[in-house]
């Protein structure tokens, strides 16, 4: 069983640009979560896929949007990046069965 | 609104001393409950949720739903309880989680 993986590791954009972050769920995993960890701060709920439909959420701007394939991996993306924008940013996933979440080791995204 | 609050940023007590890591939250409903536990250099890992009533690496937690608190437990600490901990709560019906700020329990020999 392979665990939830992210990709980059790091990365460093520039304001105004684009990014794509993207998450392969654990194996048997239908559900995807994307947070932003601030330094200092617990992480935020972005949103959340099941079934490659968007299931919720958070109070982020629409410039942050996300996609879920048929193998239930997903990406995050990102337009008009803002120096705020730099973050650590989580993925998670989980069966629809089971609250428990799955992390992975996150993005770290640096905006400059 | 819906929050958790983690009053301690940093809780350092010694190895054999018992430890309490607080959290409180606000929420109308009937959330459930989960602390999160990150080792340094891995990742967010779930340690134990309310609803299982169980006790993992000497850890407990009760859900106190008067004072709205889910307070972490351990009679004892270990070296190896260092660490970052998040108090989560997912609101019912819901697959997301509202994390705390978390706090570094820091177990000195």
């Known amino acids: 069983e392979t665990g939830v993986t992210q990709s980059p590791t790091h990365l460093i954009k520039t304001r105004g640009q684009q990014v794509t972050l993207r998450c392969s769920s654990q194996?048997?995993?239908?559900?995807v979560s994307w947070y932003q960890q601030a330094l200092g701060q617990g992480p935020q709920f972005i949103f959340q896929?099941?079934?490659?439909?968007?299931?919720g959420r958070g109070n982020f701007p629409p410039r942050f949007s996300g996609l879920q394939f048929p193998n239930y991996s997903s990406e995050l993306n990102v337009n008009a990046l803002e120096l705020d924008d730099s973050a650590l940013y989580l993925c998670?996933?989980?069966?629809?069965?089971?609250?428990?979440?799955?992390f992975g080791q996150g993005t770290r995204l640096t905006v400059v | 609104a819906q929050r958790v609050t983690q009053p301690e940023k940093l809780l350092s007590v010694f190895k054999g001393a018992p430890v309490e890591l607080k959290c409180n939250y606000s929420?109308?409903?009937?959330?459930?409950l989960f602390w999160y536990v990150q080792y340094s250099r891995q990742r967010l890992q779930l340690l134990l949720r309310?609803?299982s009533r169980e006790s993992i690496k000497g850890f407990t937690a009760d859900l106190n739903k008067g004072e709205t608190s889910f307070h972490l437990k351990k009679p004892f600490a270990q070296e190896e309880d260092s660490a970052m901990y998040y108090c989560?709560?997912?609101?019912?019906?819901?697959?997301?989680?509202?994390f705390g700020t978390g706090t570094r329990l820091k177990v000195l020999a």
């Open positions: 929420y109308s409903g009937s959330p459930e």
């Open positions: 194996s048997g995993h239908n559900t």
């Open positions: 309310h609803i």
């Open positions: 989560a709560l997912s609101p019912s019906g819901t697959y997301k989680y509202i």
């Open positions: 998670a996933s989980s069966s629809h069965t089971n609250t428990e979440a799955f």
């Open positions: 896929y099941y079934r490659e439909e968007e299931n």
